[in-house]
Nanobody, 124 residues
Framework: QVQLVESGGGLVQAGYSLRLSCADS????????MGWFRQAPGKEREFVAG????????YYADSVKGRFTISRDNAKITVYLQMNSLKPEDTAVYYC?????????????????WGQGTQVTVSS
């Protein structure tokens, strides 16, 4: 059973960086596409980035393209989201998600397992 645990969130000033991590304590996600989503107060959950099972394909929301990088280490059973040049509008709870499918998707209903989320707050 996939069990996702996010870490790395926090409070930073605009322009700074954070790296989020998502570990699968169930040790089953090596063949799964992974994704990061976020939800800001009063807004719907939105796609941020996705990565295929072997890291060969990555996808990004236009709002983070060029600033965020998704990667994975299947040996460590961990997926990362490197967030650079953070903006106040990046403030949200960030969720890690795993799919039963090997190909990454950009919509939430294509993911089957979710972490509890980690708060990212960017001050201006």
């Amino acid at each position: 059973q996939v069990q996702l645990v996010e870490s790395g969130g926090g409070l930073v000033q605009a322009g700074y960086s954070l790296r989020l991590s998502c570990a699968d304590s169930g040790r089953t996600f090596s063949n799964s596409a992974m994704g990061w989503f976020r939800q800001a107060p009063g807004k719907e959950r939105e796609f941020v980035a996705g990565i295929s099972w072997n890291g060969g394909s990555t996808y990004y929301a236009d709002s983070v393209k060029g600033r965020f990088t998704i990667s994975r280490d299947n040996a460590k059973i961990t997926v990362y989201l490197q967030m650079n040049s953070l903006k106040p509008e990046d403030t949200a709870v960030y969720y890690c998600a795993a799919s039963r499918r090997p190909k990454a998707a950009v919509v939430a209903d294509q993911y089957d397992f979710w972490g509890q989320g980690t708060q990212v707050t960017v001050s201006s």
